[in-house]
């Protein structure tokens, strides 16, 4: 059968899915000085044909989220993958109580503005994101802010 024609299927990610994830985001020039096969359990994968092709993260404060390293292999993109990565973490967000996601981005406005996000400005983050090592250590200054409400209570 051809795989083209084979939708990822999205699952929660496994420590042993550590250097896949890894490969990606190295791949993606995305942050991994905070990550470790022991701290994926926020992170959500879509598989293809037993590979891993996409994921992104989930960082959980209280009722805020933080999503982080959305990445989608290059063979994988512009299929809708990534919208469905973040349709995925949104909902699992909702489940777990979350209200609002934030992210921080480099270049990807245009793609979370079509998802519903809001840029916002840095004073408007709350303190659990502004604490974050994302946020104070592996982001840059010039990174746009970006905010979703989920609409939860």
Request: proline residues 3%; negative net charge.
């Amino acid at each position: 059968m051809n795989s083209s024609l084979i939708l990822p299927v999205l699952r929660d990610s496994r420590a042993a899915d550590w250097n896949d994830v890894r490969r990606l985001l190295d791949d993606a020039e995305l942050p991994i000085d905070d990550l470790g096969p022991d701290l994926l359990e926020r992170f959500l994968i879509a598989e293809l044909d037993d590979e891993v092709v996409g994921l992104v993260g989930l960082e959980v404060y209280d009722t805020t989220g933080l999503l982080r390293s959305l990445v989608v292999a290059k063979k994988s993109r512009s299929s809708g993958l990534g919208k469905k990565l973040v349709g995925g973490l949104e909902a699992a967000a909702q489940a777990a109580g979350i209200r609002d996601l934030w992210l921080l981005t480099i270049d990807a406005e245009k793609f979370f503005a079509r998802q519903g996000y809001d840029i916002v400005t840095r004073d408007a983050v709350p303190d659990s994101i502004r604490l974050s090592e994302e946020f104070t250590n592996l982001c840059p200054d010039s990174a746009f802010l970006m905010m979703k409400d989920l609409g939860g209570n």
